[in-house]
């Protein structure tokens, strides 16, 4: 999972630069969402193995078993974490691995406490991540006295398979909201699907409006998304040939710790 970065002017954070920081902010101010090519990232030697490091994860998620369509084609882990901004503190919490979103958030999957297990423990502690949860956070566009409040982070791995017979769905419940303040969207890899499947979508908020689409295809393709402001969706994943198909992803969620989500994780 090695990945050759170009470089730029770069806004440097823990060892992991991105450039175009202010242009970042700037569209998560006026449109809600911001793209972020994965050749804007530059990585210090020891953020690049880090990053690497986390690539065999993916092979030991665990299938999702709460799919109201009863299909096999997501796999999962997830964790949580605490952040406080003006330390530089980023805190793991212990989960069981259980997810709850109300079915005002998901119709089609709301409503259940669904298990799927916590992040392994390598994972969890990845340096490249908790450092790419820091630079998030300095992106997003909120006010200056959150920034002396306490953060909730959740991390989720997920591999949506494909098959020659089976058509995976990355977003199930169609257009929709996470129920976060922020979603982060980060591409690792993909394997054996066809290139323009899995197009990641961003729609406005009565859903008549396609406002962006794009399919990740470079490691750490990013989308940041204001989950108040707009709504998401990823189209269909299609194998190629016949062999199985695999789209890996990470999510990274911001909530203020003392709001009452509707998403939550134990």
Not at 35 to 54: H, N, P
Not at 62 to 75: F, H, K, M
Request: glycine fraction near 6%.
């Amino acid at each position: 999972m090695r990945t050759q970065f170009l470089r730029s002017d770069y806004f440097t954070h823990s060892g992991v630069s991105l450039s175009g920081k202010n242009l970042i902010n700037e569209q998560l101010t006026s449109d809600g969402f911001s793209w972020i090519s994965g050749k804007q990232y530059c990585l210090t030697d020891i953020m690049q193995d880090s990053w690497c490091e986390m690539g065999s994860a993916w092979d030991r998620l665990v299938s999702d078993r709460y799919l109201s369509d009863g299909g096999s084609y997501r796999e999962r882990r997830m964790g949580k974490y605490h952040f406080f901004p003006w330390r530089d503190c980023l805190e793991k919490q212990d989960v069981e691995g259980i997810y709850y979103q109300a079915t005002s958030i998901n119709t089609t999957n709301g409503g259940v406490k669904r298990r799927s297990g916590p992040l392994e423990e390598s994972f969890a502690n990845n340096l490249f991540l908790h450092n790419l949860i820091r630079l998030y956070y300095t992106l997003l566009p909120v006010p200056d006295e959150w920034h002396e409040q306490s953060w909730l982070v959740y991390v989720h791995p997920f591999r949506i398979l494909a098959a020659p017979n089976m058509v995976g769905y990355p977003t199930p419940e169609g257009i929709h909201r996470d129920g976060h303040l922020f979603t982060v969207q980060v591409f690792v890899r993909k394997e054996n699907v066809v290139e323009d499947s899995a197009e990641s979508q961003i729609w406005s908020e009565d859903e008549r409006s396609l406002l962006f689409a794009k399919t990740f295809g470079y490691p750490l393709d990013t989308l940041i998304i204001n989950d108040e402001r707009v709504k998401h969706c990823v189209s269909p994943l299609f194998a190629s040939g016949s062999s199985r198909g695999t789209r890996d992803i990470f999510t990274i969620n911001f909530n203020l710790l003392s709001n009452n989500s509707p998403t939550k994780m134990y």
